[in-house]
């Protein structure tokens, strides 16, 4: 597809069960990130891969949380053992270029999200 | 700690008339500035950028506004027109991190 693909659309799990999110990035598309958004919150970072460089995961909130990303193609979030707290949409956004590299065409395309719900 | 801050929450504005959107940041090695808008139920979409080499950056409707002495941006639209109602982010980075850290967003309602 032409667009960032995120899948399952929707999640619903049961509190200590672990999930994996999916995350198609554009096509040739270096950058990747995944931001989270809680209800009633902002886009909170999650963690950055950037071509074959070491990803800057300073967002993960703590040691459930893991990324993956081969190469420049897929992406996959794990949250292990699942807390109410985790219920959240997961946004995975990609970019051609490094953000602020002159040209102005190096903005994120955004995925529709990963709709998490921890019961 | 809120690196990029958007203390309205919400704007309600009438068709027509001019909207103007605030954020402020912290870090001054920030050098690069984004808005994106966003529906419900879809991911955010890239609205108009600024560089911090210029103080203004104008598309159409949309006109970015950068005070780098007062560390704050503001998007005016002009004029609002009722597609406009969204959810709008500002965003920040700097050359050294590369990662955008978001503000929490500002709900625009236009209304007729």
């Known amino acids: 597809g032409a667009g960032v693909s995120q899948s399952p659309s929707n999640k619903v799990t049961e509190k200590g069960k672990d999930v994996e999110l999916r995350c198609d990035p554009i096509?040739?598309?270096?950058?990747l990130y995944w931001y989270r958004q809680r209800l009633g919150q902002g886009l909170e970072f999650l963690i950055y891969f950037q071509g074959n460089s070491a990803p800057d995961k300073s967002g993960l909130p703590s040691d459930r949380f893991s990324a993956e990303r081969t190469g420049e193609s897929v992406s996959t979030l794990t949250i292990q053992r699942t807390q109410q707290e985790d219920s959240a949409v997961y946004l995975c956004a990609s970019s051609p270029l490094r953000p602020g590299l002159a040209g102005g065409g190096d903005e994120l395309f955004f995925g529709e999200g990963s709709r998490l719900t921890v019961l | 700690d809120q690196q990029v801050k958007q203390n309205s929450p919400s704007l309600s504005v009438q068709e027509g008339r001019i909207s103007i959107l605030n954020c402020d940041y912290t870090n001054s090695m920030f050098d690069y500035f984004l808005w994106y808008k966003k529906y419900p139920a879809e991911g955010p979409t890239f609205l108009i950028s600024i560089s911090s080499i210029k103080d203004k950056n104008e598309d159409g409707r949309f006109t970015v506004f950068l005070n780098k002495s007062a560390k704050h941006l503001s998007l005016h639209i002009v004029p609002s027109q009722p597609g406009d109602s969204a959810v709008y982010f500002c965003a920040a980075s700097d050359g050294v991190t590369d990662k955008l850290i978001f503000g929490t967003g500002t709900r625009l309602q236009v209304f007729p």
């Open positions: 096509s040739g598309h270096t950058a």
